[in-house]
T-cell receptor
Framework: DTAVSQTPKYLVTQMGNDKSIKCEQN?????MYWYKQDSKKFLKIMFS???????INETVPNRFSPKSPDKAHLNLHINSLELGDSAVYFC????????????FGPGTRLTVT | GNSVTQMEGPVTLSEEAFLTINCTYT??????LFWYVQYPGEGLQLLLK???ADDKGSNKGFEATYRKETTSFHLEKGSVQVSDSAVYFC?????????????WGLGTSLAVNP
């Protein structure tokens, strides 16, 4: 049973395209996150949602738009992809907003050419 | 603001060597402290945590003690294995306002040779 799953695992696309990454958790958690990890392993939080409500929106270009159709799903849509968007994107969840024990998905490696 | 500083890697050790990865923090209030581990090609997973001063977190032979006087949370293991090769992240809980999030260190890569 996969706790936090992401699709796709790999995504290769050209500059200017629009792409989406999907995330699902079956842990019954209330809070979900998107992180970006660069090639040096630096981890940066992008967004978090609690019960479908946007809680954290870090300084991310507005080309990135998260959507949470229900509390088990958090998707990330990226418009007009740029070279600098190449990274590994991780989805994570935690039981509630004040719980810092986060469960991570396997990551989506996005390569923009 | 709150921050976490980890020792730079990569750290390379032989199997059965003693491991220390240093982590210090700056924080207001009383944060919780965490170590997460990322094995190659995988997402991060919680390794251990401590929620108050003098607490010791432990898991899989790893330990870390929350030291308020030195604002540190160093990760230690007495005898590392090849399977411990991974990137280790120190983090603290940032409880400011509604932005409940983890503040992450830069990660320390560990390579254990047989």
């Amino acid at each position: 049973d996969t706790a936090v799953s992401q699709t796709p695992k790999y995504l290769v696309t050209q500059m200017g395209n629009d792409k989406s990454i999907k995330c699902e958790q079956n842990l019954g958690h209330d809070t979900m996150y998107w992180y970006k990890q660069d090639s040096k392993k630096f981890l940066k939080i992008m967004f978090s949602y609690n019960n479908k409500e946007l809680i954290i929106n870090e300084t991310v270009p507005n080309r990135f738009s998260p959507k949470s159709p229900d509390k088990a799903h958090l998707n990330l849509h990226i418009n007009s992809l740029e070279l600098g968007d190449s990274a590994v994107y991780f989805c994570a969840s935690s039981q509630y907003i004040g719980s810092y024990e986060q469960y991570f998905g396997p990551g989506t490696r996005l390569t923009v050419t | 603001g709150n921050s976490v500083t980890q020792m730079e890697g990569p750290v390379t050790l032989s199997e059965e060597a003693f491991l220390t990865i240093n982590c210090t923090y700056t924080a207001t209030g009383y944060p919780s402290l965490f170590w997460y581990v990322q094995y190659p090609g995988e997402g991060l997973q919680l390794l251990l945590k401590a929620t108050k001063a003098d607490d010791k977190g432990s898991n899989k032979g790893f330990e870390a003690t929350y030291r308020k006087e030195t604002t540190s949370f160093h990760l230690e293991k007495g005898s590392v294995q090849v399977s411990d090769s991974a990137v280790y992240f120190c983090a603290l809980s940032d409880k400011g306002g509604n932005n409940r999030k983890l503040i992450w260190g830069l990660g320390t890569s560990l390579a254990v040779n047989p």
